[in-house]
C-alpha cells in the first residue's frame, strides 16, 4: 500500500483489539498495511476478530492476555516481538464501564474499572518501551473520552479513569489524559500536525453532529458528546497518529 496512511513494515499491538472500538483500528491499521497483533481475554471473541482482519490482509496475530496484571503484559509483549519481530504502534485501547450512581458502586467495581483503564494502559506502555528502543521509535495511543472533561452522573469511575472534569475544560490534568502527557513529555514525542488535525475536526464536528444541548436527560447529553468521537473518529485518529503523530523514541535526549 503507497499514500499518507502507508504502515507497511509496521507492527501494530492493538488491546481490547477483539471488539468495538478496538477491532475498528486493528481492522484499518491492517487496512493499511499494518501487521497486528490483537489483545483481549475472550478467547473466541478473539478469534472471530482475528478472522475478520485477517480477511484483510496481512500478517495478524490474537493474544489472550490481562492487561491489569504486569507478568501477563510482559508476556503478552514477549509473544508480539517473537512472531513479528519488533512492536512500533501501541494501540491502549483496552477499557471497561459500568453505569450506575456513585453510591450504587461497590469498592471492587471502582478498582476494576481504575484498573483496566488507567493501569493497564500504563503497564502496556511501560512494557513496549524496550521494544521500541530496539526499533528505534514507537507510537502510543491511548483512548481518552469526553467524559474525562464533562464527567458523567453515572459513569465516574469511568470518567475519572479517563481525566477528571476541571474548572477549565481546555486542561484535563489527570487520568488516562494526563497519563498520555506525561508519556509524551518522558518519551521525547512531539504533538505534530495529526494531533492538531485530530483536535481541531473533532470538537467542532461533535458539537454540531449531537445536539447534546437540547436534551433534558443530562447523562443521554453526556453520552451524546462521547459517542461521536467513539463511533466515527476514533480510527481516523488512529491513523492519524500512527503516521504522522511522534517522531522517534528519546528518552535521554528529550527535545
Known amino acids: 500500500m503507497t499514500g499518507p496512511f502507508d504502515l507497511t513494515g509496521r507492527v501494530a499491538l492493538v488491546t481490547g483489539g477483539n471488539g468495538g472500538i478496538g477491532l475498528g483500528i ?4 491492517a487496512a493499511a498495511g499494518a501487521s497486528v497483533a490483537i489483545v483481549g481475554r475472550d478467547a473466541e471473541k478473539s478469534a472471530a476478530a482475528l478472522a475478520e482482519v485477517k480477511a484483510i490482509g496481512g500478517q495478524v496475530m490474537a493474544i489472550e492476555a490481562d492487561i491489569t496484571d504486569e507478568a501477563s503484559v510482559g508476556q503478552m ?3 508480539v516481538v517473537r512472531d513479528f519481530g ?3 504502534i501501541l494501540v491502549a485501547n483496552a477499557g471497561i464501564n459500568i453505569r450506575k450512581p456513585p ?3 461497590s469498592l471492587e467495581e471502582w478498582r476494576a474499572i481504575i484498573d483496566t483503564n488507567l493501569t493497564g494502559t500504563f503497564l502496556c506502555a511501560k512494557a513496549v518501551l524496550p521494544a521500541f528502543r530496539t ?3 514507537g507510537k502510543i495511543i491511548t483512548i481518552g473520552s469526553m467524559a474525562s472533561i464533562f464527567g458523567g452522573g453515572i459513569i465516574g469511575p469511568y470518567a475519572a479513569s479517563k481525566g477528571v472534569p476541571l474548572a477549565s475544560i481546555a486542561v484535563p490534568l489527570s487520568g488516562i489524559i494526563s497519563l498520555a502527557g506525561g508519556l509524551s513529555i518522558a518519551l521525547g514525542y512531539r504533538a505534530k500536525r495529526g494531533g492538531w488535525l485530530i483536535v481541531l475536526f473533532l470538537v467542532p464536528v461533535t458539537v454540531m453532529m449531537h445536539n447534546f444541548w437540547a436534551m433534558t436527560d443530562p447523562n443521554m447529553a453526556q453520552m ?3 459517542m461521536f468521537m467513539k463511533n466515527v473518529s476514533m480510527l481516523g485518529a488512529a491513523l492519524l497518529i500512527a503516521h504522522f503523530g511522534s517522531g522517534p523514541l528519546s528518552v535521554d535526549n528529550r527535545t
Open 26 to 29: 486493528a481492522k484499518g491499521l
Open 77 to 79: 509483549t514477549q509473544a
Open 86 to 88: 519488533r512492536i512500533d
Open 103 to 105: 453510591e450504587d458502586y
Open 135 to 137: 526499533a528505534g521509535g
Open 224 to 226: 451524546q458528546q462521547i
